[in-house]
Every structure is written in C-alpha cells, then in structure tokens.
C-alpha cells in the first residue's frame, strides 16, 4: 500500500492528472469530513454565511495537490496522510480568515456608506426648512417611523432613541433603515 502510494504520488509531480483524480477520490472521505467539520464549528460561531462547504472541499483538494508538490517522500517520520491532513486543515483555516477579513471590509464599508448616507440626510434637514418635504415624508412614514425620523436627524443616536421611545436598538435601527428607504425614493426624480 505505501509503495503504491509513492508510485501515485510520483505520478502527480510528473504530472499525471489521472493519478491526482486516484488520489483525490482517496481522500474524498477525509475532505468531506473536515470541510463539513469546519462548516459545523463556523455555525457555532454564527460564521457559517461565509463559507460554503463546496468552496472549502475545493480549497481542501488544492491544498492536497500543494501537499503532494510539497511532501518530502524520502523522509520516514510523518506519513503523506498525516502530512495532507495537516495541510487540508490550514488551508481551511486560511480560507476562513479571508472570507472573515473580506466580510469585515465589506460591513466596514456598509457602516461608512450608512454613516455619510446619515450624515447627507441630517445636513439636508438642519440647512433648508423645506415644510413641503417634510410633509411628503411625514405622508410616506409610519407615526412610529416619524417619531424616530424627528429624533434621528435632530442628531441623537440609535442607543437614545431607544431608550426614549422604550423599544429595542434593532427595532429603532430598522425604522432608521426604513425612513432612509422612503425618503431615497422621495428624492429620486
């Protein structure tokens, strides 16, 4: 068996692409287990939305093809199964932090485009006293959206308007979420 997989290994650093697909229908097994393994410990985590389990089977099988390049097959101490299992493992862990770090970014930059969105709409209500506006926008918002549209371009936070109104920081960002929504398709001409 060892001496078979020597010769399979040797065949795919040659280049032989059947011999990768022999060696990849081997370890099928141990990358689906771990992928879906991986997939379990995100979802503990509530970081299960960024991966998905057939982007990190794929990224497992690269990482065993980079084992195979990469295995010292003269040295006897650590086996190519233990070697390609370790290999398999950091890639996924590799493969997780860049979808972490990219979700990152991509919330970071959701938070500025809010912020400056915000930032647009309060400047807008504290330079012009336009009463016409205003009265559409009261039309188009709910009395519970109107009451946290007052307070929010008055300039308070989230976390206050929540307190004062008794409801939920959720419930208080959503409305915020919605009054942005209905005052954008206002402003659209």
């Known amino acids: 068996m060892r001496e078979q997989l020597s010769a399979l290994l040797e065949a795919i650093v040659q280049g032989d692409q059947n011999a990768f697909n022999r060696l990849s229908e081997m370890y099928a097994p141990l990358i689906r287990s771990m992928s879906?393994?991986?997939?379990?410990?995100?979802?503990?985590?509530?970081?299960?939305?960024?991966?998905?389990?057939?982007d990190l089977e794929q990224e497992a099988r690269l990482a065993l093809f980079r084992a195979v390049q990469?295995?010292?097959?003269?040295?006897?101490?650590?086996?190519?199964?233990?070697?390609?299992?370790?290999?398999?493992?950091?890639?996924?862990?590799?493969?997780?932090?860049?979808?972490?770090?990219?979700h990152a970014r991509k919330a970071k930059a959701e938070r500025r485009e809010i912020r400056e969105s915000d930032d647009s709409v309060r400047s807008f209500f504290s330079e012009e006293d336009d009463g016409q506006l205003r009265s559409k926008i009261r039309e188009v918002l709910s009395p519970y959206e109107n009451t946290i549209f007052e307070q929010y371009i008055s300039g308070r936070s989230v976390g206050s308007?929540?307190?004062?109104?008794?409801?939920?920081?959720?419930?208080?960002?959503?409305?915020?979420?919605?009054?942005?929504?209905?005052i954008r398709g206002l402003l659209k001409p």
């Open 70 to 102: 990469s295995y010292d097959r003269k040295q006897r101490n650590v086996s190519f199964g233990l070697y390609a299992k370790i290999c398999i493992r950091n890639a996924l862990i590799s493969q997780w932090r860049k979808a972490k770090t990219a």
């Open 36 to 54: 879906a393994r991986f997939v379990e410990s995100l979802s503990a985590q509530n970081d299960a939305g960024l991966i998905d389990v057939q």
């Open 161 to 182: 308007i929540a307190v004062s109104v008794g409801r939920s920081e959720k419930s208080v960002s959503n409305a915020v979420y919605r009054v942005r929504v209905k």
